[in-house]
């Protein structure tokens, strides 16, 4: 009774031991699908936040300052993610979005299949055009897949921005 107990428990243990290893593997640790050279990727924090607009816990000027210092990386990329209102003529959707520097794409090595992405002049522009960068999911529920979306216009929370790409899936 006692040994076979024991093994019961210290087999449940180590199923345990092996599932929460393998799921913190796969969520945190495995390089992402479609990520081109993933392992040498990393996600740079700061502890206090600064005044001002921020981006995530940078203020922009915080992130070009780095960019054009920084001798660790050899590419810097900013990003935050927010749900957005999108609407396409007279239909509207909320989806999850991206704010992005111009270089989060090719950094990534992320291809686009229709268009293109940005460029670095719209990272410096206030008040230039807006344009935008659909996924390829939104550009086949949204547009039905039209390869003629590149240069038409959608609000996004209500600011008209120019279609310029779809990111491959």
Same mark, same amino acid.
């Given at each position: 009774?006692?040994?076979?107990?024991?093994?019961?428990?210290?087999?449940?243990?180590?199923?345990?031991?092996?599932?929460?290893?393998?799921?913190?593997?796969?969520?945190?640790?495995?390089?992402?699908?479609?990520?081109?050279? /993933?392992? !040498?990727?990393?996600?740079?924090?700061?502890?206090?936040?600064?005044?001002? $607009?921020?981006?995530?816990?940078?203020?922009? $000027?915080?992130? #070009?300052?780095?960019?054009? %210092?920084? *001798?660790?990386?050899?590419?810097? !990329?900013?990003?935050?993610?927010?749900? /957005?209102?999108?609407?396409?003529?007279?239909? !509207?959707?909320?989806?999850?979005?991206?704010?992005? !520097?111009?270089?989060?794409?090719?950094?990534?090595?992320?291809? /686009?299949?229709?268009?293109?992405?940005?460029?670095?002049?719209?990272? =410096?522009?206030?008040?230039?055009? $807006?344009?935008?960068?659909?996924?390829? *999911?939104?550009?086949?529920?949204?547009?039905?897949?039209? $390869?003629?979306?590149?240069? *038409?216009?959608? =609000?996004?929370?209500? %600011? /008209?921005?120019?279609? #310029?790409?779809?990111? %491959?899936?």
């Amino acid at each position: 009774g006692f040994f076979a107990a024991t093994v019961l428990l210290i087999t449940v243990g180590i199923s345990a031991s092996t599932t929460a290893f393998t799921l913190i593997q796969t969520l945190f640790y495995k390089p992402r699908a479609g990520i081109v050279g /993933a392992e !040498s990727i990393y996600n740079v924090h700061r502890e206090a936040n600064t005044a001002g $607009p921020s981006i995530g816990d940078w203020t922009y $000027p915080d992130f #070009v300052q780095m960019a054009a %210092e920084s *001798r660790q990386f050899s590419e810097l !990329s900013v990003f935050t993610g927010f749900e /957005a209102g999108i609407a396409v003529g007279a239909r !509207s959707d909320t989806v999850k979005a991206q704010l992005v !520097s111009h270089n989060f794409f090719s950094l990534l090595g992320v291809r /686009a299949q229709l268009g293109r992405f940005f460029l670095p002049v719209e990272d =410096k522009e206030i008040g230039g055009h $807006p344009v935008v960068v659909i996924s390829d *999911r939104l550009w086949h529920e949204q547009f039905a897949a039209d $390869p003629t979306v590149i240069g *038409r216009s959608v =609000k996004v929370n209500g %600011e /008209a921005m120019t279609v #310029v790409g779809v990111a %491959e899936p």
